[in-house]
């Protein structure tokens, strides 16, 4: 966001983009990522470029994520019964899938950094012994 884009102007840009993805992933064949049954923010926050917070925050991005998790097809897992072979995907679809764990990864990596500065920070302290009362 820059300084002159107004705080509703880029929220707007936001579900323009989410809606764009959510309209691209029925045309190539592809599900929406999800995870434990539910949908994967991070990858979807990720692959429209912004913040996983739009999703939990924004009334919009909510309403349409759920209408398309209520539409039958597109939000359905690719999970196949255990009896069922598995076919091989084809390379498009597979790079698609690769992409989607890639984002998903990189944003746990990014936690986890985010995570390991605040322990090194707190071990400083503790070592330099500032904060301590005499």
Known sequence: MTASEPC???????IGTLQAHLD??????????TGNGRPNLPAIAIACGFDRQTLHKDPKAKALLQGV?????????????AD???ASPKPERRFLQLEQ?????RAEIRGLREQFARYRHSEAVM???RGERS
Do not use: M, N, W
């Open 69 to 81: 998790v209520d539409a039958p097809g597109l939000a359905q897992s690719q999970e196949k019964p």
């Open 8 to 14: 509703c102007e880029l929220g707007e840009r936001h």
């Open 127 to 129: 070592i330099s012994g």
């Open 101 to 105: 764990h890639d984002a998903t990864l």
């Open 24 to 33: 691209r992933l029925p045309t190539v064949g592809e599900p929406l990522p």
């Open 84 to 86: 069922e072979p598995e």
